[in-house]
C-alpha cells in the first residue's frame, strides 16, 4: 500500500498522534493553525464516537472548526483545570543542547495572546508540528501584539535593541491586521535569536505590549509528523 506523503500528510499525522493521550472529561486547549486543524478534527471525530470532552479555542478560527466537527467548547474562566493543550508553532529550537530547547516562535496567526494563555494554564502543554518547523536557531520575526495606540512607541522601542518592527498588514483589506483582541501586531525582526529567554523578558516588559510569540519554557513535548511517522521530543 502506499504511503501518504508530503507536507499535509505530515501534519496530519502531528495532530492525530498529539490527542491520543486525550480522556473522557479532558478540558483541551484547541491551538490555531493547519497543523493544530488536523488534531482538532481528530477530536471531532473522537467525539462522534463517544469521547466526552470540553474545548477551550484559542481563535475564532479554532473555534468555528470546533463547532463544526462537533467539539463541545468552554470558557477558561468557567474550568477549574486545563488538562492538555495542543497547538502548532512557526518554529521550534530543535537543540537538545540548548538551555532553551524547545522555546517556540508562535504567531503566524496573531493568535499567540490567546494560545499563550491557554496553553501556558494547561498541565500538559504539546506542540504539534512537521519538519520544516524545527531549527537548531529561532530566527523569524517575532509577532508583538500591542495596543493601537502603542504601536508607534513599542516599534521605536524595539529599535532601541536591535529589532527590525514591521506593522502586519492584512492581504485582503486596506490597513493593518487587527487580532481577535482589537490589536495590531509588530513583527519583529532580530535576525538569529541567541537568548530567546533574555529577549522574551525584554519585549514583556514593554509597555504597550499585551503579547509577544516568544514561547520559552513552556512546551512540555513536540510530535513531529514525518512521512515515516511521528517522532516525540520531550522537554
Keep these: 500500500m502506499k504511503t501518504e506523503g508530503g507536507p499535509e500528510a505530515a501534519k496530519r499525522r502531528a495532530g492525530e498522534r498529539a490527542i491520543e493521550t486525550i480522556e473522557d472529561g479532558f478540558v483541551v486547549g484547541l491551538g490555531t493553525g493547519s497543523t493544530t ?77 490567546r494560545e499563550k494563555l491557554v496553553d501556558t494554564a494547561a498541565d500538559r502543554f504539546v506542540v504539534v508540528a512537521d519538519p520544516s518547523k524545527l531549527t ?23 529599535r532601541t535593541f536591535g529589532g527590525e518592527p514591521t506593522l502586519r498588514d492584512a492581504e485582503r483589506k486596506d490597513g493593518p491586521v487587527v487580532t481577535d483582541n482589537g490589536n495590531l501586531v509588530l513583527d519583529c525582526g532580530f535576525g538569529a535569536i541567541d537568548d530567546p529567554d533574555a529577549l522574551a523578558t525584554r519585549l514583556s516588559r514593554l509597555p504597550g505590549v499585551v503579547e509577544h510569540g516568544l514561547f520559552v519554557g513552556q512546551a512540555d513535548a513536540t510530535y513531529v509528523g514525518s512521512d515515516g511517522g511521528v517522532e516525540v521530543r520531550r522537554y
Design 136 to 158: 537548531d536557531r529561532l530566527e523569524r520575526p517575532v509577532p508583538v501584539e500591542v495596543l493601537p495606540d502603542a504601536h508607534a512607541v513599542v516599534a521605536e522601542r524595539v
Design 37 to 113: 486543524a488536523h488534531a482538532i478534527r481528530a477530536i471531532g471525530r473522537a467525539v462522534d464516537d463517544g469521547l466526552e470532552i470540553r474545548g477551550i479555542p484559542t481563535s475564532f478560527q479554532s473555534r468555528q472548526l470546533a463547532l463544526e466537527v462537533g467539539i463541545p467548547l468552554t470558557d477558561l474562566d468557567a474550568v477549574d483545570v486545563v488538562d492538555l493543550a495542543i497547538d502548532g508553532a512557526d518554529q521550534v529550537l530543535d537543540d537538545p543542547d540548548a538551555a532553551t530547547h524547545g522555546a517556540l516562535i508562535k504567531g503566524g496567526g496573531a493568535a499567540h495572546a
